[in-house]
């Protein structure tokens, strides 16, 4: 929001923006004060239903990020932070479907945990700081619950992945920012703090423009 990677708080107003993966709607929220029109769309009842009871007078939608259930060219701007594309096998399923959705010229802006990540224990202190895998290891991260179902499934993508995956779905790449731990930020969070922060990023931002010369079939 501070980056201002969605455009200029006043250029968002009257803008149809959709947010996929919006979990309780923090982002559609944020937008609809500044005068947007967002839809939050999210495949989880559950975590809509936490939208509801904070409130906002916006659409909630709940349905798959892979098969949008809006007609062409219906919004200006998508955005999703940590939402759906981490969690889904294929990308470029959903990637092709926001650009399908969006107006020539749209933009899509989606955040993902870096990719370096990986490669690092899940540690604040000291231990997180030594590599402890392979930064190309793409096997998912999965929880299971006592039955061994699969409860959480996150798929691991390099860079360059992510890369092919934005270009071979018919958008074109403006941005990749690797946010800074803030100097304001002295707390620790799960894995996170300032000691690793200021060391390992730990989120990829992906800046996109629909391209109007229409989505690769390049597979991969």
Wanted: overall charge negative; glycine content about 10%; proline content about 8%.
């Amino acid at each position: 929001m501070e980056a201002e990677l969605l455009g200029p708080p006043e250029e968002l107003k009257g803008r149809d923006v959709l947010e996929i993966g919006a979990g309780a709607a923090q982002c559609s929220r944020w937008l609809a004060a500044q005068g947007a029109r967002p839809v939050a769309l999210d495949i989880s009842h559950r975590q809509l239903q936490h939208a509801l009871r904070i409130g906002g007078s916006f659409p909630l939608v709940c349905a798959d990020a892979g098969a949008l259930p809006f007609a062409d060219g219906s919004f200006d701007l998508v955005c999703s932070a940590y939402g759906a594309l981490p969690f889904v096998a294929d990308p470029r399923l959903v990637l092709r479907e926001v650009r399908r959705v969006l107006r020539p010229g749209g933009r899509l802006v989606f955040s993902v945990t870096h990719p370096i990540r990986w490669a690092f224990p899940d540690e604040p202190g000291p231990e997180g700081l030594s590599v402890s895998g392979s930064y190309f290891d793409r096997t998912p991260y999965v929880e299971q619950d006592e039955e061994g179902r699969a409860v959480y499934v996150e798929h691991h993508r390099t860079l360059g992945d992510r890369v092919r995956d934005v270009v071979a779905s018919g958008f074109r790449l403006v941005d990749l920012v690797e946010p800074e731990w803030p100097a304001w930020n002295t707390s620790e969070w799960g894995g996170w703090s300032p000691l690793r922060g200021n060391l390992i990023p730990g989120t990829a931002i992906f800046v996109c423009e629909r391209s109007e010369a229409g989505a690769s079939p390049a597979e991969g």
